[in-house]
């Protein structure tokens, strides 16, 4: 299982920059399309097994060892997934990190991490509750698909209760449609 | 009946540090309002309270309604005393409908007696009148229930200015980011005064809603690290956690009968509406979709609801019977975005939030006519309230970037806006009774 990941770990991060994958829009909680895109196929590499595998990718490490998730120059010190208005689909230029996640929680089966889900403040306070659990559970489903365990993803929504910016202009209501993956 | 309004005068056992009181200003008047007089009460015994102005208090009441429109002080022709000395002829020419007497009278037990009378200038005769014994501490109260008398038997709708409201204020910390954020459930009178505390939390509290009765308040409360039910009985303050599954527990709604919460919960996947018992703790499915319901309104007659639900794909209100799987009507079509319902005492009018592009304002739908129509400006107005007199809407608004809670009467003429004088104040919810 693990060799099998990090191959795809690999395979991914060459055609991330041409719209790998694409998550399913409409359903929330149903399946993700795995498919890769453009046509690109997965090769396995040679002495890949194992989770010290590193890679370098636009600039950030790729590590999925237990302490990567601390190290600033690793992709996986980018925790936050952010959002178009009133939509949960993960975007593509956030499924590629939100795999990454779902790839470390894989390979360190003891790591737990909750995932946080936020709106803006535009709209209803309880609808927004929903659509932003709705997101943090479009971001836990992608990292099941990356081997992560169900019990290792715990999921809260804040809605618009939580906003990190607090302008109400449409950057600062960009910043604050987003999901915090947080690790405990 | 007056007796049981005295002895029902309590002070929320809670005790707190008085917030900023609430400040309401209004922002637009109303030209087709009935003009009433209200000629300032006469104090006996003692100088006039000024923080218990009892016929001040009547006069913003009453144009707080929107359906009244008091002479300012310094307008009035005359001031009688006693309905001896009111001209009727002199009041009729001056165009006035009826006009309202009365004095604060210091007794040697140190209680007030505050008495009212209302005249009926066509009439030419008192219509009501009523004496109440009241401390310096209720003075306010029975101004308003003074308030409620008049405004019911003049427009025979039911009172709600004695009665009391509930709100979230968030105060921040000087940079303004989340951390050192704290959230209070308060309660005050209707027009903002005597807030008190009822839950402090640095954790967010949401959706406050008044049980049926105005004991006991549900509310939301992230304080123990997810989203959960509490219901709070305002008196002693004992409160109990009603329901904390996985995921949502959200949008809490008092049956009519108070005997149940409508809840929104995600326990199952995604959010849905259910019904908490709150005898036996025991849930039904109401809704069952996979996209979001939540928002439940109840109907007066307790077998129906309002909700929102994105299963048309954008937010939009749905009308449900709660019992027999029954299908959901969708009641409105106009707009990306019609969100959180409340329903008017009568059954007949829903109020909500109706976006368009980046506005979000209150409309109100007449549920049998099913025609809509927008009250207030935006652009990020939400949680309409339906004052349980069904003549005023209140809603969260901002104002200059401040979160505030505003009052619309509901032909939308008549505009207030209720500010602190600092934080955030959100979410109100308007008691039905005075417990």
């Given at each position: 299982m693990k060799k099998l990941l990090l191959i795809s770990v690999l395979a991914l991060s060459v055609v991330a920059c041409s719209q790998a994958t694409k998550p399913d829009s409409e359903d929330i909680a149903g399946s993700i399309d795995m498919q890769e895109a453009g046509g690109a196929t997965a090769g396995t590499i040679e002495g890949a097994e194992g989770a010290g595998g590193t890679e370098l990718e636009g600039g950030k490490l790729v590590s999925y060892e237990e302490n990567a998730i601390n190290?600033?120059?690793?992709?996986?010190?980018?925790k936050v997934v952010y959002f178009a208005f009133d939509s949960n689909k993960v975007g593509d230029d956030y499924v590629e990190l939100v795999k990454h996640h779902g790839r470390y929680l894989a390979f360190n089966a003891n790591a737990r991490v909750r995932l946080e889900g936020h709106a803006d403040e535009r709209g209803t306070r309880e609808y927004n509750v929903a659509l932003a659990e709705a997101r943090a559970r479009a971001v836990k489903q992608l990292m099941l698909y990356e081997g992560a365990g169900n019990d290792q993803i715990a999921v809260i929504s804040y809605g618009e209760e939580k906003p990190v910016a607090f302008g109400h202009d449409e950057e600062s209501m960009s910043l604050n449609r987003r999901v915090e993956i947080v690790y405990q | 009946m007056i007796k049981k309004f005295i002895t029902g005068?309590?002070?929320?056992s809670f005790t707190s540090v008085a917030q900023a009181v609430l400040k309401i200003d209004i922002t637009e008047g109303y030209e087709g309002a009935l003009p009433i007089a209200i000629i300032p009460f006469q104090w006996n015994g003692s100088k006039k309270i000024e923080d218990a102005d009892v016929s001040a208090i009547i006069s913003s009441d009453l144009a707080r309604s929107g359906k009244f429109s008091p002479v300012a002080e310094k307008d009035l022709i005359a001031r009688p005393q006693t309905p001896s000395e009111v001209h009727f002829k002199t009041w009729r020419i001056a165009g006035m409908d009826h006009i309202v007497i009365g004095s604060v009278t210091l007794q040697a037990d140190g209680k007030y007696q505050v008495q009212f009378r209302l005249i009926d200038i066509l009439k030419a005769k008192q219509v009501l009148g009523y004496s109440f014994t009241a401390t310096d501490k209720t003075l306010r109260d029975v101004a308003h229930q003074i308030s409620d008398y008049i405004f019911t038997h003049i427009t025979g709708l039911p009172g709600a200015f004695g009665t009391r409201i509930a709100y979230v204020t968030v105060q921040r910390d000087n940079k303004g980011g989340d951390k050192g954020s704290v959230s209070r459930l308060q309660v005050s009178d209707t027009?903002?005064?005597n807030p008190q505390t009822l839950l402090t939390s640095a954790q967010p509290i949401m959706s406050p809603a008044w049980s049926p009765d105005g004991s006991e308040l549900a509310y939301v409360s992230f304080e123990n690290g997810q989203a959960e039910i509490f219901t709070q009985n305002i008196r002693t303050g004992a409160r109990q956690s009603r329901s904390r599954y996985k995921g949502l527990n959200g949008a809490p709604a008092w049956s009519p009968d108070g005997k149940k919460l409508a809840i929104t919960l995600s326990k199952d996947g995604n959010p849905d509406i259910y019904i908490l018992n709150l005898n036996d703790n025991s849930l039904q499915r109401v809704t069952n979709h996979w996209s979001i319901d939540t928002e439940a309104a109840w109907l007066p007659d307790g077998k129906s609801i309002v909700f929102t639900s994105s299963r048309s794909g954008k937010p939009q209100l749905y009308l449900q019977a709660v019992t027999g799987n029954a299908r959901p009507e969708r009641l409105t079509y106009e707009g990306g975005y019609n969100a959180s319902a409340s329903v008017s005492a009568d059954g007949k009018y829903v109020a909500y939030v109706h976006g368009e592009g980046n506005i979000y304002r209150i409309a109100i739908l007449d549920l049998e006519t099913k025609s809509s129509r927008i009250l207030t400006d935006g652009?990020?107005?939400?949680s309409p309230e339906y004052a349980p007199n069904n003549s005023m809407i209140l809603f969260a608004s901002q104002d200059k970037g401040k979160a505030v809670l505003a009052a619309v009467s509901v032909d939308g003429r008549q505009k207030q806006r209720l500010s602190f004088t600092e934080g955030e104040v959100r979410e109100p919810s308007w008691a039905a009774a005075r417990y």
């Open positions: 190290d600033p120059n690793n992709v996986l010190s980018q | 005068l309590l002070f929320l027009d903002g005064y652009p990020l107005d939400e």
